[in-house]
C-alpha cells in the first residue's frame, strides 16, 4: 500500500500516519521530521532547511525530492509507505508520479483529512511534540499519559517553534496557495478520499481504516 496524507498542518496527518504504520506495518515517512532531525544534527540539509522552517514557508522542491526519492528505495519501503508531509507542491507530486511510473508502481490511496482553518490555529497552540521520537499530543485532545512527558519514550514533550500564531498563520496561506491544489491533483488519479478530521482520533482512523476496506 502506496498511501499519501494529505490535509492543513495540524490537521492531524502525522498523527493518523503514526498508527497506521502500527496497524499495516509499513513505514512513515515524514519530511517534516526529516528536516527537523537534521537541523537537530546540524547538516548541511539541516541549515538551509531552517531558515525555510522557520519562516514558515516551504524548503525549495530541489532540497526536498531527492531526499525523498531516495528514502522511498529503502528495502523497509518494498511493501508500501505512507507519506507524511510530502508531496506538498504540485512539482513535487509530479515528480513522485513519474518515479513510481518508472518503476510500473502508483500511489494507491492520498488521504486528505479535512480540518477547518480557524480549527487548525486553535489545535496548533496546544500541540505538543517528543523532540526525540516525534509523537505528538495535544493539551486537550490527545494527552499523554504522564503531563508534560512522551508516552513512548519519556521524553520532556515541547511546543514546536514554527507553532506559534504568527507561524502557523503563514504555514495555512502556504498550504491553501502550494499544497492544496494536490487535492484535485490525486481526485483527477481517481485515489482521493476526504475523511472529517475535526472528530476524536480515533474515529478518524476508523474512517481511514474503513477506505483501505
Ligand atoms: P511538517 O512537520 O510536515 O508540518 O513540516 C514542517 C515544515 O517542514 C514545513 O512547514 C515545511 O517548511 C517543511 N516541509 C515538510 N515537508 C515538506 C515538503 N514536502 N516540501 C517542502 N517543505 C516541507
Do not use: W
Not at 115 to 135: E, H, L
Not at 149 to 161: S, Y
Not at 182 to 190: E, N, P, Q, V
Amino acid at each position: 500500500m502506496k498511501i499519501i496524507m494529505l490535509g492543513a498542518p495540524g490537521a492531524g496527518k502525522g498523527t493518523q500516519a503514526r498508527m497506521m504504520t502500527e496497524k499495516y506495518e509499513i513505514p512513515q515517512i515524514s519530511t517534516g521530521d526529516i528536516f527537523r532531525e537534521n537541523i537537530r544534527n546540524q547538516t548541511e540539509l539541516g541549515k538551509k532547511a531552517k531558515s525555510y522552517i522557520d519562516q514558515g514557508l516551504l524548503v525549495p522542491d530541489e532540497l526536498t525530492l531527492d531526499l525523498v526519492l531516495d528514502r522511498l528505495s529503502g528495502e523497509d519501503c518494498k511493501d508500501g509507505y505512507i507519506l507524511d508531509g510530502f508531496p506538498r507542491t504540485i512539482p513535487q507530486a509530479e515528480a513522485l508520479t513519474a518515479a513510481l511510473e518508472e518503476k510500473g508502481e502508483k500511489i494507491d490511496f492520498a488521504i486528505d483529512v479535512e480540518v477547518p482553518d480557524d480549527n487548525i490555529v486553535q489545535r496548533m497552540s496546544g500541540r505538543r511534540v517528543c523532540p526525540k521520537c516525534g509523537a505528538t499530543y495535544h493539551i486537550r485532545y490527545n494527552m499523554p499519559e504522564k503531563e508534560g512527558l512522551c508516552d513512548e519514550c519519556g521524553t520532556e514533550l515541547i511546543q514546536r517553534e514554527d507553532d506559534s500564531p504568527k507561524t502557523v498563520q503563514k504555514r495555512l496561506v502556504v498550504y491553501h496557495e502550494q499544497t492544496q491544489p494536490l487535492i484535485d491533483y490525486y481526485r483527477r488519479k481517481g485515489c482521493l478520499y476526504a475523511v472529517d478530521g475535526t472528530r476524536s482520533t480515533d474515529e478518524v482512523f476508523q474512517e481511514i481504516c474503513s477506505v483501505f476496506g
